[in-house]
């Protein structure tokens, strides 16, 4: 099946720093990727739509300029957390979704922040 | 709007046992169900679906069917195996375009020897 990647798997940074984590689709074109945040023994909370090309989509609740997603080409999309805090804290986890509309899921990153 | 409710967890089963793991969900219109399996330390990996009324979906031994006058998509397993421990989630995907996924709460299955 289709594979998707996310680099770094985990990250530790301080409060106040930016950490980029990157989602690629390797053997499929995504037009469309999604950014989702999962807490310990919870479900998955979508963040995001991303679109290749265009302005991402936000849920409800979720910070705009705290969470900035670039989907530059159609195999890559990146998500910034800018001056993150303990509280942002958390598993992160792509997916994208190939012609047939199936997604197909990252790994996932865990972040934390001291 | 539209939601996932599943059962909680974690459920706790001998090899070879009966696996049901029930599923409810509350959308309008016609939407596309899911399961969704993550084995440690993997990311989400889909296991099965269905796309409307009355269809069933199966892969490895699971299968689930939609059912939309009790709006269920119960995952079931006739004999479950010590691999197959793992979280399950439930997701729905809502007509109309858009490719959102909803998801349940997860649902860890433990499988012992």
């Known amino acids: 099946g289709a594979v998707v990647s996310q680099h770094p798997s985990w990250v530790i940074c301080k409060s106040g720093t930016s950490v980029k984590i990157e989602c690629r689709s390797l053997?499929?074109?995504?037009?469309?990727m999604f950014w989702y945040r999962q807490f310990p023994k919870q479900s998955l909370m979508l963040m995001a739509t991303?679109?290749?090309?265009?302005?991402?989509?936000?849920e409800q609740g979720v910070e705009k300029d705290k969470f900035l997603i670039n989907h530059a080409s159609l195999t890559l999309s990146t998500l910034t957390v800018t001056s993150a805090h303990p509280e942002d804290s958390s598993f992160y986890i792509c997916?994208?979704?190939?012609?047939?509309?199936?997604?197909?899921f990252g790994p996932g990153t865990r972040l934390l922040v001291l | 709007g539209d939601s996932v409710t599943q059962m909680e967890g974690p459920v706790t089963l001998s090899e070879e046992a009966f696996l049901t793991i029930n599923c409810t969900y509350t959308?309008?219109?016609?939407?596309?169900l899911f399961w969704y399996v993550q084995y440690p330390g993997e990311g989400l990996q889909l296991l099965l679906k269905?796309?409307?009324?009355?269809d069933k979906g199966s892969n490895k031994g699971f299968e689930a069917t939609y059912r939309k006058e009790t709006t269920s998509f119960h995952l079931e397993k006739g004999s479950v195996q010590v691999s197959d421990s793992a979280v399950y989630f439930c997701?729905?995907?809502?007509?109309?375009?858009?490719?959102?996924?909803?998801f349940g709460a997860g649902t860890r299955l433990a499988v012992h020897p």
């Open positions: 997916s994208a979704h190939d012609k047939t509309e199936t997604q197909y």
């Open positions: 997701a729905l995907r809502a007509s109309g375009g858009y490719n959102k996924l909803i």
């Open positions: 053997d499929f074109q995504a037009t469309t």
């Open positions: 269905a796309t409307k009324a009355d």
């Open positions: 959308a309008t219109g016609y939407p596309s």
């Open positions: 991303s679109n290749e090309g265009s302005k991402a989509t936000y």
